[in-house]
């Protein structure tokens, strides 16, 4: 038996030494054909294959070790600027394409850890939404137009599912913290820079004064003012906490002036619905928050600056006038075409054709024209889910806002829950203006939530603590302590 210990030892140092060299043989290969290609390389194509050659073992490396960081967080980053990466319409995005190589490293670190977290009852109601919608393809006025908004939820619920099961260590969430708010913060700084500028800015005449806003663009590229301003209001959140939870000195007021920046994005955006989100999100943070004094000192000092800058009520007090830029006369039509619809949908993605069926009907002091998107996700969600979706989806919704709500005010990471639910209920109210659901920043925000739900749940200091997959961790005797353990049950 000695003798088999001692050639199993011998083995196992053996097949240490082969990885190594083999490894180390690998990279030198590797690191000697980019270095050729970048040295001996003549035109733009053959540089950019050394350079992807020299970087991409080390990309594949991170992924495996820390898929949150690469590529999830090449993905948080992109988002912001999803509509600007168009690549060729059959593959969509660049985002599109870098969110499908974050779920595929996120899936490899859950088989290679065999470590899971039991998703929140909120994630099954989605995909339940989702098994709705590709039912809703039999019965759909348009079943292409059906299939491919089918597949885009699929592709961003898909994601959402697997980081919600993903168990995180501190260090991930931080990660993840810093390239959701590093993101916003370039497409803020981008879009205040376009604005001072005064390029691509869109000037109205309202009630004798001048309203502006910018919209961001490349070429022939741009981003909706008010996508671009309603995926603020994750980062928004975050920064708030950041900031309350910390005593006066160098660091917080650098916090503010990142703050002001990303707030900044939303002035030159001049959304209405992501200015009256903030507001519902403050009014949120001043009931249930621990920092009350901190948040009203912010909204009385940002509220007067805005008033000294600009009159923010101009554009609410034309949006009387104008219907909010056709959208009454849209959500006119909408309700008609619901009524056609009311109980199955016209089928996932088919809102601009029940519209278009809908229109002759209904007369519209605004003319707000031919094939249009509901501005409202759960006027969109009534016509082409019926009365089913439309349940299934502020279920969903809600449950979404009460993922975090095991968590205490005694515990420390209270303040990110009520930073997250106040990003829940802004997103809501944005969600009224806009039809969102298919956006990247609001899956964005839902995975967000579920991961900070999973560090909860393996937080050392927490009782929530689960072990791999999805036994739970050892918790205060279940005869001294039954509430704990049905709290517990019922949250995991």
Same mark, same amino acid.
């Given at each position: 038996?000695?003798?088999?210990?001692?050639?199993?030892?011998?083995?196992?140092?053996?097949?240490?030494?082969?990885?190594?060299?083999?490894?180390?043989?690998?990279?030198?290969?590797?690191?000697?054909?980019?270095?050729?290609?970048?040295?001996?390389?003549?035109?733009?194509?053959?540089?950019?294959?050394?350079?992807?050659?020299?970087?991409?073992?080390?990309?594949?490396?991170?992924?495996?070790?820390?898929?949150?960081?690469?590529?999830?967080?090449?993905?948080?980053?992109?988002?912001?600027?999803?509509?600007?990466?168009?690549?060729?319409?059959?593959?969509?995005?660049?985002?599109?394409?870098?969110?499908?190589?974050?779920?595929?490293?996120?899936?490899?670190?859950?088989?290679?850890? #065999? #470590?899971?977290?039991?998703?929140?009852?909120?994630?099954?109601?989605?995909?339940?939404?989702?098994?709705?919608?590709?039912?809703?393809?039999?019965?759909?006025?348009?079943?292409?137009?059906?299939?491919?908004?089918?597949?885009?939820?699929?592709?961003?619920?898909?994601?959402?599912?697997?980081?919600?099961?993903?168990?995180? $260590?501190?260090?991930?969430?931080?990660?993840?913290?810093?390239?959701?708010?590093?993101?916003?913060?370039?497409?803020?700084?981008?879009?205040?820079?376009?604005?001072?500028?005064?390029?691509?800015?869109?000037?109205?005449?309202?009630?004798?004064?001048?309203?502006?806003?910018?919209?961001? #663009?490349?070429?022939?590229?741009?981003?909706?003012?008010?996508?671009?301003?309603?995926?603020?209001?994750?980062?928004?959140?975050?920064?708030? $906490?950041?900031?309350?939870?910390?005593?006066?000195?160098?660091?917080?007021?650098?916090?503010?002036?990142?703050?002001?920046?990303?707030?900044?994005?939303?002035?030159?955006?001049?959304?209405?619905?992501?200015?009256?989100?903030?507001?519902?999100?403050?009014?949120?943070?001043?009931?249930?928050?621990?920092?009350?004094?901190?948040?009203?000192?912010?909204?009385?000092?940002?509220?007067?600056? $805005?008033?000294?800058?600009?009159?923010?009520?101009?554009?609410?007090?034309?949006?009387?006038? $104008?219907?909010?830029?056709?959208?009454?006369?849209?959500?006119?039509?909408?309700?008609?075409?619901?009524?056609?619809?009311?109980?199955?949908?016209?089928?996932?993605?088919?809102?601009?054709?029940?519209?278009?069926?809908?229109?002759?009907?209904?007369?519209?002091?605004?003319?707000?024209?031919?094939?249009?998107?509901?501005?409202?996700?759960?006027?969109?969600?009534?016509?082409?889910?019926?009365?089913?979706?439309?349940?299934?989806?502020?279920?969903?919704?809600?449950?979404?806002?009460?993922?975090?709500?095991?968590?205490?005010?005694?515990?420390?990471?209270?303040?990110?829950?009520?930073?997250?639910?106040?990003?829940?209920?802004?997103?809501?109210?944005?969600?009224?203006?806009?039809?969102?659901?298919?956006?990247?920043?609001?899956?964005?925000?839902?995975?967000?939530?579920?991961?900070? #739900?999973?560090?909860?749940?393996?937080?050392?200091?927490?009782?929530?603590?689960?072990?791999?997959?999805?036994?739970?961790?050892?918790?205060?005797?279940?005869?001294?302590?039954?509430?704990?353990?049905?709290?517990?049950?019922?949250?995991?």
């Amino acid at each position: 038996m000695q003798v088999i210990a001692v050639v199993r030892d011998s083995i196992t140092r053996n097949l240490k030494v082969i990885k190594i060299v083999s490894l180390l043989i690998m990279g030198i290969l590797v690191l000697a054909l980019g270095s050729h290609l970048l040295v001996y390389g003549d035109d733009k194509r053959t540089l950019a294959v050394g350079i992807v050659v020299l970087v991409l073992p080390m990309l594949l490396y991170t992924a495996v070790v820390r898929p949150f960081l690469f590529p999830l967080g090449l993905y948080v980053l992109l988002v912001p600027f999803d509509n600007l990466l168009s690549l060729d319409p059959r593959y969509g995005t660049v985002t599109k394409l870098v969110a499908i190589c974050a779920g595929l490293a996120l899936v490899f670190a859950l088989v290679r850890n #065999r #470590r899971w977290v039991p998703p929140h009852r909120a994630v099954w109601l989605w995909l339940g939404l989702l098994v709705w919608m590709a039912l809703s393809v039999f019965w759909a006025l348009d079943s292409v137009e059906a299939t491919t908004r089918l597949i885009t939820y699929a592709e961003l619920m898909v994601l959402y599912l697997v980081i919600a099961m993903m168990p995180l $260590t501190p260090t991930d969430f931080k990660l993840f913290s810093i390239t959701v708010i590093l993101g916003a913060f370039v497409a803020s700084f981008y879009a205040v820079h376009l604005f001072h500028s005064g390029i691509n800015v869109q000037n109205a005449t309202i009630d004798q004064q001048v309203a502006s806003r910018v919209f961001v #663009r490349v070429g022939e590229s741009h981003i909706d003012p008010n996508a671009f301003a309603a995926a603020l209001l994750l980062p928004i959140a975050l920064m708030m $906490t950041f900031i309350l939870q910390r005593q006066w000195s160098v660091t917080k007021l650098a916090l503010i002036g990142v703050l002001l920046v990303l707030l900044g994005g939303i002035y030159v955006s001049a959304s209405r619905g992501a200015e009256l989100a903030i507001g519902m999100m403050m009014i949120y943070l001043l009931i249930r928050g621990r920092h009350r004094a901190q948040v009203l000192l912010f909204c009385v000092v940002g509220l007067g600056t $805005t008033l000294i800058l600009t009159n923010p009520f101009a554009r609410f007090g034309d949006a009387m006038k $104008t219907g909010g830029a056709g959208r009454l006369s849209i959500w006119k039509v909408g309700f008609e075409a619901f009524k056609n619809h009311w109980l199955v949908g016209a089928g996932v993605g088919n809102f601009p054709v029940a519209y278009d069926k809908a229109y002759i009907f209904i007369y519209q002091n605004y003319i707000a024209g031919w094939h249009r998107a509901s501005h409202n996700v759960f006027l969109g969600l009534a016509v082409e889910l019926g009365i089913i979706g439309l349940a299934l989806g502020l279920i969903a919704w809600y449950q979404q806002w009460r993922m975090l709500s095991f968590i205490t005010k005694s515990e420390p990471l209270y303040d990110l829950r009520i930073a997250l639910e106040s990003t829940i209920l802004g997103l809501f109210v944005a969600s009224l203006f806009l039809p969102s659901l298919p956006d990247k920043y609001i899956w964005l925000a839902f995975g967000f939530m579920a991961a900070a #739900r999973s560090l909860a749940l393996n937080s050392s200091h927490s009782v929530y603590a689960v072990l791999p997959p999805v036994r739970l961790a050892k918790l205060p005797d279940e005869n001294l302590f039954p509430s704990v353990h049905q709290k517990v049950r019922n949250h995991a």
